[in-house]
Nanobody
């Protein structure tokens, strides 16, 4: 199983980014997919996740700003991030699972700074 995340970068506060995570080696449509992030000196935290049926939930800190979506035909999960804040600075990881074992991508760095 491989999860390839991309789309990170350096932006100014208020700007937007879209992260993508392409999965291979698993039956993508069956998996809960999630985005997590880890800021320097902090624990990894859930940002948003989407079930196999498309239902979503997200952290309170990103509600109304971030949107998770998936394209099962492309084995891809997205995280559309708007109105970015400096506190959103972190390495963002995608995760596949459950069901079964959990798989992690390699992470993509998002830096929000003026």
């Amino acid at each position: 199983v491989q999860l390839q995340a991309s789309g990170g970068g350096s932006v100014q506060p208020g700007e937007s980014l879209r992260l993508s995570c392409v999965a291979s080696g698993l039956t993508f449509r069956r998996y809960v997919m999630g985005w997590f992030r880890q800021a320097p000196g902090k624990e990894r935290e859930l940002v948003a996740r989407i079930s196999s049926s498309g239902s979503t939930n997200s952290a309170d800190s990103v509600k109304g700003r971030f949107t998770i979506s998936r394209d099962n035909a492309k084995n891809t999960v997205y995280l559309q991030m708007a109105s970015l804040k400096p506190e959103d600075t972190a390495v963002y990881y995608c995760r596949a699972g459950p069901p079964g074992p959990v798989y992690w991508g390699q992470g993509t760095l998002v830096t929000v700074s003026s």
